[in-house]
């Protein structure tokens, strides 16, 4: 695999991964406030005079519930503009030239999918 095809993949698979993490965080969250606003509504219509206290409550667990989503949003941003995962292609793209081009075609020929 040569080197542009694996900065390629690396990149490719921090795109699935960072769609993955968005919508997970969505889904959860849109189950999340369903059954949220589902319980508030059946403790409201139980007992009407606690409906201040449960509204109260049903927001605070709301805010909770929005800082777990907007937790998986800040990591894919980070994947998305700084990967982490790029740093040691891009190592071994320095070392391979500066030995050289004999390197590279050997690598080129390595039947593995790692870099040796």
């Known amino acids: 695999m040569e080197l ?4 390629a993949s690396v990149q490719g698979s921090t795109a699935l991964t960072v769609g993955i993490l968005i919508a997970g965080g969505a889904v959860g969250t849109g189950i ?8 508030f509504l059946e403790g409201v219509a139980r007992q009407p005079e606690m409906a201040p206290m449960l509204q109260v409550r049903m927001f605070l667990v709301a805010g909770l ?3 777990v989503a907007m937790i998986g949003v800040g990591i894919a941003l980070f994947f998305t503009f700084a990967n982490p995962f ?5 190592d071994k793209w320095n070392e391979l030239a500066n030995e050289g081009e004999e390197v590279a075609i050997e690598l080129r020929l390595n039947d593995e999918n790692q870099l040796s």
């Open 65 to 67: 519930l929005d800082a």
């Open 4 to 7: 542009a095809e694996l900065f």
């Open 86 to 90: 790029l740093g040691p292609v891009e």
């Open 32 to 39: 999340g406030f369903g059954l949220l606003g589902g319980k």
